[in-house]
């Protein structure tokens, strides 16, 4: 079974562009996930799909937003980018049961550069 | 406010010797923990969970943790380290809100010299 694909792998913007990052989750999962992952700050989770709604979010500017389509795959926007933007975008998948506790798989990442 | 606070963020261990790297976590309730290791320039591998029960619990590649209500911890642990360890290892605990959001540690560097 693939895994959870992230596309384009890296990308470099300006401050003030916009950027839009694209995930396929694993086949039969419907839940995505974003996180965004900094050396200073870490691993931050910023928001959740389920069946095309937002099921959490977290403590992020909104700049940032998400969707999900019916095939559960998932994208996640970023607009008037800031230099502080630029990190590793994780997106990970759950399988169907989707609740507390269950394990999410993640993709490779989008290596994203602000200039 | 749940955290996950894994206090080494460096660990140096010769080849074959054992490991263990460290996870305290903050949680309510009875926690959901996840060890994940990422290699660089990859994604996070997933290595074991806890949910309940059994509380050494199993993973791949020969790692095992060892949940400890206790002393709120979780640590990971390996008996024999091969040099394709050297990796980042995270550990991560289940949000205590809807969904599947993990609050994940700052992450232990593991470097393994020969």
């Known amino acids: 079974k693939a895994g959870v694909t992230q596309t384009p792998r890296y990308l470099i913007k300006t401050r003030g562009q916009q950027v839009t990052l694209s995930c396929s989750p694993i086949?039969?999962?419907?839940?995505v996930s974003w996180y965004q992952q900094t050396p200073g700050q870490g691993l931050q989770f910023l928001f959740e799909?389920?069946?095309?709604?937002?099921?959490n979010k977290g403590n992020f500017p909104g700049r940032f937003s998400g969707r999900q389509f019916s095939n559960s795959r998932s994208e996640m926007n970023v607009s008037t980018l800031e230099l502080g933007d630029s990190a590793l975008y994780l997106c990970?998948?759950?399988?169907?049961?989707?609740?507390?506790?269950?394990?999410?798989?993640f993709g490779p990442g989008t290596r994203l550069t602000v200039t | 406010a749940q955290s996950v606070t894994q206090p080494d963020i460096h660990i140096t261990v010769s080849e074959g010797a054992s490991l263990e790297l460290r996870c305290n976590y903050s949680?309510?309730?009875?926690?959901?923990l996840f060890w994940y290791v990422q290699s660089p320039g990859q994604g996070l591998q997933l290595l074991l969970k806890?949910?309940?029960?059994?509380?050494l619990v199993q993973g791949i590649k020969g790692f095992e943790a060892e949940f400890k209500r206790s002393q709120s911890s979780f640590n990971l642990r390996k008996p024999s380290v091969h040099w394709s360890d050297a990796a980042e290892y995270f550990c991560a605990v289940g949000s205590n809100q809807a969904g599947t959001a993990l609050i994940f540690g700052k992450g232990t560097t593991l470097s393994v010299s020969s």
């Open positions: 949680y309510g309730a009875t926690p959901y």
């Open positions: 806890y949910f309940s029960g059994d509380t």
């Open positions: 086949s039969g999962h419907r839940s």
């Open positions: 990970a998948s759950s399988p169907p049961a989707a609740g507390l506790g269950v394990e999410q798989y």
């Open positions: 799909y389920f069946s095309e709604t937002q099921r």
